[in-house]
């Protein structure tokens, strides 16, 4: 190995060492980095380089001074072991105590990282053991650029690769080889295959063929590997905002379901993870192998469990559907062999020519393209809507109609943004002129609420899986916008015990205990026995319009509907109750929650509005504007409850101020202090919320919605005659009733000290 060599390896490593994680150990200045500053420090490690591939245990041994150094001792299954662990970690973190042994980790896979991509320039390309990403040139124009550049720095940055060279040395598994293969296989068919003039973005292929089982190594013990990885794989591409690969990468264990409709990308995941197989030789060691797709057939029913004679036939048809896809490739010049060599596209024969085997095939290689091609407008967002923008402007309702046989179709595949997009359309088809479009958008639109995709009596375990997570991450998500968790938080602990305190997403450990089993029946029974409320808004024939929903839910099963009791009114404590939690905040929180002891709900909106609902409220102009004592302040009527809260930011030291000065303006309501100007202000902002309500069918949907959830029944006309005639007599009787239940304080540490 020359010295231009070992002083690019140095420079490296240096520049490995300065980021992330690195960095967290290692700051400018410590003696090891000043160690590394001399020239020639990688010269140690030129004589591993005899043309074989590097291993890790020989690596680990002209590292253990350094190590020494870092962490004296070593860890207790050995440092290989611990290494592998901890870049694993990286990936899926976990929560653990003290790590001092983390700084010889982070070290030995820094030198591994440098040593790795030193093997790679000097040794011919293994696709079972490196991998052949994309170029700056190739990337170009592809639609997840960002992704796939994001993708690369994150492996780099989490020790993928090395967590898998190291996984060949301290575990029986071969786990990148498989993946390795899988990448090789996929890639290069999908070059071929933009070579040719097929759409394919092979950045998207690269990505998620490189990442598709990376969630192997977020399954705990005791877990099932084949049936859960593909959601570990789903949670890392999503919490590293890379939804666009990891939708394809996680979705690499439907090759069971139909492939006809899954995009190119999708198919030539599927079709290279079928093809590299892991098998066992003679004394029970894992190998990998790269078998044709008879032979993988073969192999997937051997390990498949419970393979009844109906499982048996759906695999055969995949099977043939792979083949045909294959087959589709080789018209295409694809080199299925993978033995290296370029091959030309098939030459087209003329159909007359053709026997009746060959003009079979032709047609089936013409499905198969003709499908390939409407995927990639469906797989991909903006073209999705694109496609969406066309069928609104389609007057020809017979064309309009092949549209519709489209999306039923491919209905199975669409994401959450496409369902969304979906239901809007199908919608605004159910006023269509024509009663056929009605009639075939009400049975999709009934199809996509009602009927959703199952699995032997349960939700699909990785759609059911990969939702779970979203929930949760949701759920942890709240803490972030602290205003919005401490009004939460505030609920909770005022209606502690009632329905009305369950948080919206509910909370984690709920979420952790959802089957996919339970939770089917439970919304089998909901959707069954839960009264049902459907609100229109617009011209059409109002019968048009029910005939039209018939349709739409006609397959919903309907049994006897429970009647459910509205929320009853929360009954004040007889105490005041104070409640205070400590978060790292630089500005506090004060929430206060009053119940209300009056039935006149126009009254307590007018009363609420006049105390803190509105910019010209007693809360706004007094405590926040003229006395400065909160960031923000205001106050909501739940009328549903009968309750009054108040949301408020503050500093820490205002706590007492802005307590007393909140109950001084809620007092000056009671007692009717109130000027001619703050009474026709906060009439004024009702009449004009009431009057706008119909100014958007969304505003009037969500209007009745909400009345039919909470059992009332007034029109915004019925509301804005109330606040028309309202008295401030009649405001001060029904404000006189409102009695403080509940405080709530959040405050920072430093408050704490």
Same mark, same amino acid.
Request: one cysteine or more.
């Given at each position: 190995?020359?010295?231009?060599?070992?002083?690019?390896?140095?420079?490296?490593?240096?520049?490995?060492?300065?980021?992330?994680?690195?960095?967290?150990?290692?700051?400018?200045?410590?003696?090891?980095?000043?160690?590394?500053?001399?020239?020639?420090? !990688?010269?140690?490690?030129? &004589?591993?380089?005899?043309?074989?591939?590097?291993?890790?245990?020989?690596?680990?041994?002209?590292?253990?001074?350094?190590?020494?150094?870092?962490?004296?001792?070593?860890?207790?299954?050995?440092?290989?072991?611990?290494?592998?662990?901890?870049?694993?970690?990286?990936?899926?973190?976990?929560?653990?105590?003290?790590?001092?042994?983390?700084?010889?980790?982070?070290?030995?896979?820094?030198?591994?990282?440098?040593?790795?991509?030193?093997?790679?320039?000097?040794?011919?390309?293994?696709?079972?053991?490196?991998?052949?990403?994309?170029?700056?040139?190739?990337?170009?124009?592809?639609?997840?650029?960002?992704?796939?550049?994001?993708?690369?720095?994150?492996?780099?940055?989490?020790?993928? %690769?090395?967590?898998?060279?190291?996984?060949?040395?301290?575990?029986?598994?071969?786990?990148?080889?498989?993946? /390795?293969?899988?990448?090789?296989?996929?890639?290069?068919?999908?070059? /071929?295959?933009?070579?040719?003039?097929?759409?394919?973005?092979?950045? *998207?292929?690269?990505?998620?063929?490189? &990442?598709?089982?990376?969630?192997?190594?977020?399954?705990?013990?005791?877990?099932?590997?084949?049936?859960?990885?593909?959601?570990?794989?789903?949670?890392?591409?999503?919490?590293?905002?890379?939804?666009?690969?990891?939708?394809?990468?996680?979705?690499?264990?439907?090759?069971?379901?139909?492939?006809? %409709?899954?995009?190119?990308?999708? *198919?030539?995941?599927?079709?290279?993870?079928?093809?590299?197989?892991?098998?066992?030789?003679?004394? &029970?060691?894992?190998?990998?192998?790269?078998?044709?797709?008879?032979?993988?057939?073969?192999?997937?029913?051997?390990?498949?469990?419970?393979?009844?004679?109906?499982?048996?036939?759906?695999?055969?048809?995949?099977?043939?559907?792979?083949?045909?896809?294959?087959?589709?490739?080789?018209?295409?010049?694809?080199?299925?062999?993978?033995?290296?060599?370029?091959?030309?596209?098939?030459?087209?024969?003329?159909?007359?020519? #053709?026997?009746?085997?060959?003009?079979?095939?032709?047609?089936?290689?013409?499905?198969?393209?003709?499908? #390939?091609?409407?995927?990639?407008?469906?797989?991909?967002?903006?073209?999705?809507?694109?496609?969406?923008?066309?069928?609104?402007?389609?007057?020809?309702?017979?064309?309009?109609?092949?549209?519709?046989?489209?999306?039923?179709?491919?209905?199975?595949?669409?994401?959450?943004?496409?369902?969304?997009?979906?239901?809007?359309?199908?919608?605004?088809?159910?006023? $269509?002129?024509?009663?056929?479009?009605?009639?075939?958008?009400?049975?999709?639109?009934?199809?996509?609420?009602?009927?959703?995709?199952?699995? $032997?009596?349960?939700?699909?375990?990785?759609?059911?899986?990969?939702?779970?997570?979203?929930?949760?991450?949701?759920?942890?998500?709240?803490?972030?916008?602290?205003?919005?968790?401490?009004?939460?938080?505030?609920?909770?602990?005022?209606?502690?015990?009632? /329905?009305?305190?369950?948080?919206?997403?509910?909370?984690?450990?709920?979420?952790?205990? *959802?089957?996919?089993?339970?939770?089917?029946?439970?919304?089998?029974?909901?959707?069954?026995?839960?009264?049902?409320?459907?609100?229109?808004?617009?011209?059409?024939?109002?019968?048009?319009?029910?005939?039209?929903?018939?349709?739409?839910?006609? +397959?919903?099963?309907?049994?006897?509907?429970?009647?459910?009791?509205?929320?009853?009114?929360?009954?004040?404590?007889?105490?005041?109750?104070?409640?205070?939690?400590?978060?790292?905040? +630089?500005?506090?929180?004060?929430?206060?929650?009053?119940?209300?002891?009056?039935?006149? !709900?126009?009254?307590?909106? !007018?009363?609420? +509005?006049?105390?803190?609902?509105?910019?010209?409220?007693?809360?706004?102009?007094?405590?926040?504007?003229?006395?400065?004592?909160?960031?923000?302040?205001?106050?909501?009527?739940?009328?549903?409850?009968?309750?009054?809260?108040?949301?408020?930011?503050?500093?820490?030291?205002?706590?007492?101020?802005?307590?007393?000065?909140? #109950?001084?303006?809620?007092?000056?309501?009671?007692?009717?202090?109130?000027?001619?100007?703050?009474?026709?202000?906060?009439?004024?902002?009702?009449?004009?919320?009431?009057?706008?309500?119909?100014?958007?069918?969304?505003?009037?949907?969500?209007?009745?919605?909400?009345?039919?959830?909470?059992?009332?029944?007034? +029109?915004?006309?019925?509301?804005?005659?109330?606040?028309?005639?309202?008295?401030?007599?009649?405001?001060?009787?029904? !404000?006189?009733?409102?009695?403080?239940?509940?405080?709530?304080?959040?405050?920072?540490?430093?408050?704490?000290?």
């Amino acid at each position: 190995m020359n010295k231009k060599r070992i002083r690019q390896m140095d420079l490296a490593l240096r520049r490995r060492l300065s980021d992330r994680p690195a960095a967290d150990y290692f700051a400018p200045g410590d003696a090891l980095l000043r160690a590394l500053e001399t020239e020639g420090y !990688m010269q140690r490690f030129a &004589g591993l380089f005899s043309g074989a591939r590097l291993r890790c245990a020989d690596v680990l041994a002209l590292c253990r001074p350094e190590l020494e150094t870092l962490c004296p001792g070593e860890p207790s299954e050995g440092w290989l072991a611990y290494a592998y662990d901890y870049a694993r970690r990286l990936l899926y973190p976990e929560k653990t105590g003290a790590e001092p042994f983390a700084p010889g980790a982070v070290f030995l896979l820094s030198v591994l990282q440098v040593l790795f991509a030193a093997e790679a320039e000097l040794l011919p390309h293994d696709p079972a053991w490196t991998f052949d990403f994309l170029t700056d040139d190739e990337l170009a124009g592809s639609p997840c650029a960002p992704s796939y550049q994001r993708f690369l720095r994150l492996w780099r940055r989490e020790f993928v %690769y090395e967590l898998m060279r190291l996984g060949l040395e301290v575990t029986p598994y071969r786990t990148l080889e498989h993946i /390795a293969g899988v990448h090789h296989i996929a890639v290069t068919a999908a070059r /071929a295959l933009r070579k040719s003039g097929v759409a394919v973005d092979v950045a *998207l292929v690269s990505g998620a063929a490189a &990442g598709h089982d990376l969630g192997k190594f977020g399954c705990r013990p005791g877990e099932r590997v084949p049936y859960l990885h593909y959601f570990y794989t789903d949670q890392w591409f999503r919490r590293r905002r890379m939804t666009d690969i990891g939708h394809v990468a996680a979705n690499h264990s439907v090759w069971d379901l139909e492939p006809d %409709y899954l995009s190119v990308e999708a *198919l030539l995941l599927i079709y290279a993870d079928f093809r590299v197989k892991q098998l066992h030789d003679a004394q &029970g060691r894992e190998i990998t192998r790269i078998s044709t797709l008879a032979q993988a057939f073969q192999v997937i029913l051997d390990k498949l469990d419970d393979v009844d004679g109906e499982k048996q036939k759906r695999y055969t048809r995949v099977y043939a559907r792979l083949e045909d896809f294959e087959q589709f490739m080789v018209s295409c010049g694809v080199d299925v062999t993978m033995s290296g060599g370029d091959t030309p596209p098939l030459p087209e024969k003329h159909t007359a020519l #053709m026997t009746d085997d060959e003009a079979l095939r032709a047609l089936t290689l013409r499905c198969v393209g003709h499908n #390939m091609e409407l995927m990639h407008r469906l797989t991909d967002q903006r073209s999705f809507a694109r496609l969406l923008e066309e069928a609104r402007g389609e007057t020809d309702w017979r064309r309009l109609r092949a549209y519709l046989a489209v999306m039923e179709s491919y209905s199975l595949y669409l994401h959450i943004p496409q369902k969304v997009q979906t239901l809007t359309f199908l919608y605004e088809l159910l006023m $269509h002129r024509e009663g056929d479009i009605r009639r075939q958008a009400a049975a999709l639109l009934g199809e996509l609420i009602c009927d959703p995709v199952t699995s $032997h009596g349960r939700f699909v375990p990785e759609y059911f899986e990969s939702e779970k997570t979203n929930l949760l991450e949701a759920i942890r998500s709240l803490i972030n916008d602290k205003r919005d968790w401490a009004d939460s938080r505030l609920l909770r602990a005022l209606c502690d015990g009632e /329905a009305y305190a369950v948080p919206r997403l509910g909370d984690e450990e709920t979420v952790d205990k *959802l089957q996919a089993l339970k939770v089917y029946t439970q919304y089998r029974d909901l959707i069954s026995t839960a009264p049902l409320e459907i609100i229109y808004s617009g011209s059409a024939d109002l019968e048009r319009v029910k005939q039209a929903l018939a349709a739409a839910f006609a +397959t919903l099963p309907r049994e006897e509907v429970r009647v459910i009791s509205t929320a009853a009114p929360h009954v004040c404590r007889e105490s005041v109750q104070h409640v205070e939690d400590v978060l790292d905040v +630089t500005q506090g929180k004060l929430g206060m929650g009053f119940s209300c002891g009056s039935d006149d !709900m126009p009254a307590l909106l !007018m009363g609420n +509005t006049l105390f803190g609902g509105s910019s010209n409220s007693k809360l706004f102009l007094n405590v926040r504007e003229k006395l400065s004592l909160c960031y923000y302040a205001s106050s909501l009527y739940h009328r549903q409850k009968g309750l009054i809260t108040v949301s408020s930011g503050i500093e820490f030291q205002n706590y007492q101020r802005a307590y007393d000065e909140i #109950m001084a303006q809620l007092e000056a309501v009671q007692k009717g202090e109130l000027e001619d100007w703050e009474l026709e202000g906060a009439r004024s902002t009702l009449l004009n919320s009431y009057a706008t309500v119909g100014d958007s069918q969304g505003k009037l949907e969500n209007f009745y919605l909400g009345q039919a959830a909470t059992g009332q029944h007034e +029109t915004p006309a019925d509301l804005a005659r109330a606040i028309q005639d309202m008295t401030a007599e009649r405001i001060c009787r029904a !404000m006189s009733t409102v009695k403080l239940d509940t405080v709530y304080f959040l405050k920072g540490k430093e408050a704490e000290a």
